[in-house]
């Protein structure tokens, strides 16, 4: 990918909280960096573990993290099935 090159989840990141600050209308705002990795990582979660086929150890590898993390992810998204 070439610097000039926006990544499709980077654009649509952007647009989201671009809409998000437009719809909250100048209020007070706290907290984005969490609700946006909160938001962001159940739904990378879920496609990961089923391009794994449920596979943790797979999916632990594809994603660059430890095993015993993601095992905290998927229950803290509730995803531990």
């Known amino acids: 990918m070439t610097k000039e090159r926006k990544s499709p989840i980077a654009a649509c990141v952007k ?3 671009e809409r998000y600050f437009s719809d909250v ?3 007070k705002v706290t907290g984005i960096y ?3 990795i ?3 990582e159940k ?3 879920e496609i990961v573990m089923r391009h794994a086929k ?3 150890c797979k999916a632990s590898e594809i994603l660059g ?3 015993n993390t993601l095992r905290k992810k998927l229950k803290l998204h509730k995803l531990d099935k």
């Open 34 to 36: 969490e609700m946006v």
């Open 65 to 67: 993290i430890n095993r």
């Open 54 to 56: 449920s596979n943790q």
């Open 43 to 45: 739904p990378m979660l």
């Open 15 to 17: 647009s989201a909280l």
């Open 25 to 27: 209308n100048g209020e």
């Open 38 to 40: 909160h938001e962001v």
